[in-house]
């Protein structure tokens, strides 16, 4: 079954401070990997979006790594700010059918001063 | 450019009605997907079009949900009668053609069934 789940489901960090979210996925075949923030009362924001062949991408204070052979994703934020505070989705494409796009349920991300 | 528009951003309606929610999305968008998204959790696909073609809709409620792309551009999405696990924000997305193509969101309409 192809599933994303997503660690942990809520974190607190002081300003300042660096964090770095897990997400495991069980989906095959795998096409890209992608993370989206959104801020309370809007939509998702596309951060990054990572193919089968790439294994770490930036995004200014955001980077993102991949490892396709464990098919697990984390997403480090650093030096974090108030903006920061979100939740943080990701989203794994397969390769095959229309609906070929799963989501994560996020994590929950509060940075408090 | 500017971004995927929703309307209206909030709706309360009581169970049994209906409601219909808009999205225009990104000009040259071929792409558009409807979400439904539950509070404290990840959005769900209801449906996506290529231009004005339905591509998947195998998570629709076909018995109360419909929705609509007649010209490949704006979209409506209907509930008719509403029940109340409905309520949700439903959001609105737009791509490029292309599975590597990131999808661009609208802020979503909040809809809460009494």
């Known amino acids: 079954k192809n599933q994303v789940e997503q660690s942990p489901q809520s974190l607190i960090i002081l300003e300042g401070k660096n964090c770095t979210l897990q997400c495991n996925y069980t989906v095959s075949p795998f096409s890209n990997l992608r993370w989206y923030k959104q801020d309370t009362g809007r939509g998702p924001v596309s951060l990054t979006i990572m193919t089968f062949s790439e294994n770490t991408k930036s995004n200014g204070r955001y980077t993102a790594t991949l490892d396709a052979d464990t098919k697990q994703s984390s997403l480090h934020i650093t030096a974090s700010q108030l903006s920061d505070s979100a939740s943080y989705i990701c989203?794994?494409?397969?390769?095959?059918?229309?609906?070929?796009?799963?989501f994560g349920t996020g994590t929950r991300l509060t940075v408090i001063p | 450019e500017a971004g995927v528009a929703q309307s209206p951003r909030y709706k309360i309606i009581e169970k049994r009605q209906s409601v219909a929610f808009w999205c225009n999305p990104i000009s040259g968008h071929a792409t558009l997907y409807w979400y439904q998204q539950i509070l404290g959790q990840g959005p769900k696909l209801l449906i996506q079009?290529?231009?004005?073609?339905?591509?998947?809709d195998s998570q629709l409620p076909k018995d109360r949900f419909s929705a609509e792309r007649l010209k490949g551009v704006d979209s409506t999405l209907k509930i008719q009668p509403a029940k109340l696990e409905d309520s949700a924000v439903y959001l609105c997305?737009?791509?490029?053609?292309?599975?590597?193509?990131?999808?661009?969101f609208g802020d979503g309409t909040r809809l809460s069934i009494l």
């Open positions: 997305a737009s791509s490029r053609t292309g599975s590597s193509q990131p999808q661009h």
């Open positions: 079009f290529q231009n004005n073609g339905v591509v998947d």
């Open positions: 989203v794994v494409s397969g390769q095959t059918g229309a609906n070929n796009l799963f």
